[in-house]
């Protein structure tokens, strides 16, 4: 492997702004290790190997004319395939949108495109983001690169395991109940779900509105803040968009490495974790906790009652918004189009038949399961009666968040299992998100960052989790577990299956 991948993309970044390196150089690099893996660990559904080095070539250019660029300008990302991009392939791993070219940009590609980072292309997921294991993708399954017979989490899976094998520095995913952070925790990797509205949804093929967020994914937590900066801010296209300033969180996070967090608050949430978590998880949990005391810390165990019922109430609202959502997608307009295979040709039989093929069976059960749950007679026994529990979990977060600065608790209940073992089992594959949910149903951020290694060979991550608006702090806080943790992404997952060939 080339050993420019190994480093950061700060790293990459200052190598760029003095000339030891060109983005067409660092480009080609990404790209000729995304040809030698991407067989093997199929993270990404499309490459785009022109329209990254052209804007390679065009970084270059303007820096050698003297332009004034941005930090990252040059360095490589890869984009989750349910981010529009104009012209380019956006299939939201599902069959109904095979070979669909969207007509313009999402909001954070055209973001990203301003500041001149090359995107090499799109990755692999869970189809329309639903899963926990990226098993539902219509294209075929993304492989973990610590140990390729096992799951890289979902519905993310391809974003986290292109960052973990060393594809790309940078990548960008979304997060509708863990989807970036449970791939984070499971591929050791860093996954950040923003303050909702910090990062403008637009282009985003939405799968629950209320929920979904767009993240970074990076190997460092400094690169995560750097990229949230790059693509947050206020979109009038966004009508969630929060109209406010991005928080100096790159400059946060260095301070850190300086002053320390004094004064930190960490509350420690009882109701996530114990029964269903694998005790390696567990135990890797209490050891960073009590490190966060012994950097001085104040670390008090919080008790929020209604996240017990979180996992519930949002298998109610997610599949709600589902159908919603998911009602454009008729052979009408865009995608495929599939006509019936006998009798009359009609409008209603084209979209039964487009759907019954363009949708996978993780879709068409959450499609019904939401169409039930706002049918007469239902709404208020199972809609109505989730979206109270979410006033609930909003109100468990802002008292204890009186009384402590952020939340901590283990990312996810297990380490990456294998192929196949919860994908008959739907009930046991939404147990992956018990501890990722709660943070998107009151909309607050929060951050897996990776914290140890089991002794299975496999990473283990670590959750901040911090009030509304909170991100600086939030990003604080996981950047002093990462100097208190051993280092899971300098471990190089990718080495262990490489040199064994």
């Not at 949108?97 to 292309?121: H, I, N």
């Not at 196949?420 to 709660?438: E, F, H, R, W």
């Amino acid at each position: 492997m080339n050993e420019l991948l190994r480093r950061s993309a700060l790293e990459l970044a200052d190598m760029l702004a003095a000339g030891d390196l060109t983005s067409v150089e660092l480009t080609t690099a990404c790209l000729d290790r995304i040809d030698a893996l991407n067989d093997r660990v199929h993270a990404f559904l499309f490459i785009d190997r022109e329209g990254a080095l052209a804007t390679a070539a065009e970084v270059d250019a303007r820096r050698a004319e003297g332009a004034d660029l941005h930090r990252l300008a040059g360095v490589p990302i890869a984009l989750k395939d349910n981010m529009v991009t104009r012209g380019k392939p956006t299939t939201c791993a599902s069959k109904i949108l095979e070979g669909w070219l969207p007509p313009y940009d999402a909001t954070v590609v055209l973001k990203l495109k301003a500041a001149g980072l090359p995107v090499v292309g799109k990755t692999n997921m869970d189809e329309f983001a639903m899963g926990s294991s990226t098993e539902h993708s219509a294209f075929g399954p993304t492989g973990n690169p610590w140990d390729l017979s096992r799951i890289p989490g979902g519905s993310g899976g391809g974003s986290a395991a292109a960052v973990s094998s060393f594809m790309v520095p940078l990548a960008l995913g979304s997060d509708t109940g863990g989807s970036i952070r449970q791939p984070g925790a499971v591929t050791g990797t860093v996954g950040v779900k923003p303050t909702y509205g910090a990062v403008s949804r637009y282009g985003l093929v939405a799968m629950a509105s209320s929920l979904d967020q767009i993240g970074p994914v990076t190997r460092t937590v400094a690169d995560a803040a750097a990229l949230q900066e790059l693509i947050g801010g206020w979109d009038p296209a966004d009508s969630t968009s929060l109209k406010e300033p991005v928080p100096p969180l790159l400059e946060a996070v260095e301070a850190v490495h300086r002053d320390g967090v004094k004064g930190l608050r960490v509350g420690v949430v009882k109701e996530l974790s114990g029964e269903g978590y694998q005790p390696e998880v567990l135990d890797a949990f209490q050891a960073t906790v009590e490190k966060l005391r012994g950097a001085g810390a104040e670390v008090h165990e919080v008790s929020c009652p209604s996240f017990e019922y979180a996992l519930a109430a949002y298998y109610l609202i997610m599949p709600a918004e589902v159908s919603s959502n998911l009602a454009r997608f008729d052979g009408m307009r865009y995608g495929i189009r599939v006509l019936p295979e006998e009798g009359h040709v009609t409008a209603a039989r084209v979209m039964a038949a487009t759907r019954e093929a363009g949708f996978g069976d993780e879709v068409k059960r959450r499609i019904i399961l939401g169409t039930h749950v706002l049918s007469a007679g239902y709404y208020d026994a199972y809609y109505g009666s989730a979206q109270k529990v979410r006033t609930l979990i909003q109100r468990d977060f802002d008292r204890v968040f009186d009384e402590v600065d952020v939340l901590v608790s283990p990312t996810a209940p297990t380490t990456a299992f294998k192929f196949g073992d919860k994908i008959s089992d739907p009930m046991a594959m939404y147990l992956n998100d018990v501890a990722t949910i709660p943070a998107n149903l009151a909309g607050v951020p929060a951050m897996s960052v990776p914290n140890a290694v089991a002794a299975d060979g496999l990473p283990v991550g670590f959750q901040v989790i911090a009030p509304a608006r909170g991100d600086q702090r939030m990003y604080e806080v996981a950047q002093l577990v990462t100097d208190l943790s051993d280092d899971v992404a300098g471990a190089s997952p990718a080495a262990q299956w490489e040199e064994s060939e």
